[in-house]
């Protein structure tokens, strides 16, 4: 499975955008998938997950309430709205996507298998 992130972009502060995360004509069925994020000279950090039975999905606590994850229903995109955006938003967003991932590490980013390019997302005040 090959996994493409896209629809990143600049916007003002408060506003939205949505990410998408296609999979290579596969389906995202029995894995998890998450989203992860990099800024500038940042570590990068855990977005959301969706959890490989799909049963629960988990949020940074700095998205939570704004950022919703959810996949299609044939489960071939993933996808991350993003409301009320705020500067500290700017980052390269990834998507990532594990078959036999644990579900209790679904934050830990060295532990998906699978990656996209990354989108960049630009958040002005």
């Known amino acids: 499975v090959q996994l493409q992130a896209s629809g990143g972009g600049a916007v003002q502060a408060g506003g939205s955008l949505r990410l998408s995360c296609a999979t290579s004509g596969r389906s995202f069925r029995g894995y998890a998938v998450g989203w992860f994020r990099q800024a500038p000279g940042k570590e990068r950090e855990f977005v959301a997950a969706i959890t490989r039975t799909g049963a629960a999905t988990h949020y940074a606590e700095s998205v939570k309430g704004r950022f919703t994850i959810s996949t299609d229903n044939a489960k071939s995109t993933l996808y991350l709205q993003m409301n009320s955006l705020k500067p500290e938003d700017t980052a390269v967003y990834y998507c990532?996507?594990?078959?036999?991932?644990?579900?209790?590490?679904?934050?830990?980013?060295?532990?998906?298998?699978?990656w996209g390019q990354g989108t960049q997302v630009t958040v002005s005040s």
């Open positions: 990532a996507a594990d078959k036999s991932l644990l579900t209790s590490l679904y934050s830990d980013g060295a532990q998906y298998d699978l």
